[in-house]
């Protein structure tokens, strides 16, 4: 029982980790672009550190050169994807409900001019104790 709860730790680590991975590789090198190959990397990732750990924890020993094994840590693996998609899907939400939130301006169809986010602006004062010398 203490595999699982360790390896439930250690599943929603990773997926924090992962996405904050994956948000610096596109600001990078791919300019904010959403990358949908990155997510699915990210998944199996996830998968593969949670099913390992469990392994580990749960002192099975295990030896992949044989074909039983093998098998076996493939079910494992399966398993351990299954329960790393709805924590990765939750917090692929939480992350882009923060991005959004936090954007600063949006572009128009033509990408020349920008308006700017009164909601930012608002919290940005409302946050700093932003008073202006004009007003």
Known sequence: MAALFISMLLCVT?????LFV??????????????????VV???VAGVIV???YYRFSDI????????S??????????????????????????R???????KYTRSKDKKVLYINEKY???RRDRHDYHSKTS
């Open 14 to 18: 990773t997926v924090i980790v992962l």
């Open 22 to 39: 994956k948000e610096q590789i596109e600001r990078m090198f791919f300019r904010w672009k959403d990358i949908p190959f990155l997510h």
């Open 42 to 44: 990210n998944v199996l």
């Open 51 to 53: 099913a390992a750990s």
């Open 61 to 68: 020993r295990i030896h992949l050169s044989t074909i039983a």
């Open 70 to 95: 093998a098998k076996q840590f493939l079910y494992v693996f399966i398993g351990a994807t299954e329960l790393v998609l709805p924590i990765y899907l939750l917090g692929c939400w939480i992350v």
């Open 97 to 103: 409900k923060r991005k959004r939130r936090e954007k």
């Open 121 to 123: 602006l608002a919290r």
